[in-house]
């Protein structure tokens, strides 16, 4: 038995405001090191600045660095606003490092219009063999659209792009890695709500849905040939709950659901199929 104090995260960040220009670091120190999470430089602009000056109120953002990505609420949500320690099953799986990689970002935003789009390496920064590292010349394209009217906002988000899977690591036999091709796309809508409760404080309703697909992909036609087999097909979702109870405490409830495969092609194996229909978590 195991006994012991563990700090989940321990995050540091600093934040500056200028004219035009923002610059915001934030790092994660715990008992297993220190580890960058953000690192953003942004150019501002808005309807406040004396060349921009307009009565509806506007900001256009363009960030380089490294920063969460913009897909979906949860995923775009900051952890020290998240109600829950950790996000829902379907966005660990399909965005793990809490949703974060390197590129290029633009934000906008017009009255209730909400335009958020990135273009990034596509590996995450916690790809368990390379890191932050990436290992190909593909770049990602991932943003969502959303509006937010008084008490309800809501989006819908995209991703596409391809990556390279890791299948054989470098050994004596084999010098050389051995890697398939993947293409991927990610789609998935989110909306919540927040009405005031007398005597307590704001009830806040959430949902959101995700689908991605993995295709493998040939080299160049130089084989092998694509395997449908080998091809992701994801599904899940999650309704959230938070009762606000003042202006420090609440109560949460999240129900969720992710199906890492939905089906597999009837000319599979016969146990691909068995874990295609038992794999919902």
């Known amino acids: 038995v195991v006994s012991r104090f563990y700090v989940s995260r321990g995050r540091l960040r600093a934040r500056y405001d200028g004219a035009l220009s923002q610059y915001f670091v934030e790092i994660d120190a715990t008992g297993d090191g220190v580890v960058l999470k953000d690192a953003e430089a942004s150019l501002v602009l808005d309807n406040h600045d004396r060349w921009f000056q307009s009565d509806e109120p ?99 988000s995209a991703h596409t792009g391809r990556y390279l899977q890791l299948v054989r690591a470098p050994s004596l036999a084999a010098e050389i890695a051995g890697y398939e091709r993947y293409s991927r796309l990610r789609l998935g809508a989110d909306a919540q709500t927040e009405f005031p409760i007398p005597y307590l404080g704001p009830l806040v309703l959430r949902a959101e849905v995700l689908w991605g697909r993995d295709r493998q992909m040939s080299f160049g036609g130089q084989g092998p040939d694509a395997d449908g087999c080998k091809d992701g097909r994801h599904f899940g979702w999650y309704g959230t709950v ?7 405490l609440g109560l949460a409830l999240r129900v969720d659901q992710y199906d890492p495969q939905t089906s597999v092609p009837e000319a599979c194996s016969p146990a691909a199929i068995a874990a295609a229909a038992s794999d919902r978590l």
């Open 242 to 248: 938070v009762q606000h109870i003042g202006s420090y």
């Open 58 to 156: 506007w900001e256009l953002k363009l960030t380089v660095g490294q920063f969460l990505l913009p897909f979906g609420f949860e995923g775009m949500q900051d952890p020290a606003d998240r109600e829950l320690p950790e996000p829902s099953a379907v966005v660990q799986a399909l965005f793990p490092g809490e949703q974060r990689d390197r590129g290029v970002r633009l934000n906008f935003r017009y009255q209730i219009l909400r335009l958020s789009m990135a273009v990034i390496n596509g590996n995450f920064t916690t790809d368990p063999n390379h890191g932050t590292y990436d290992q190909s010349a593909w770049k990602d394209v991932i943003g969502r659209l959303g509006v937010a009217w008084r008490w309800v906002s809501g989006g819908i």
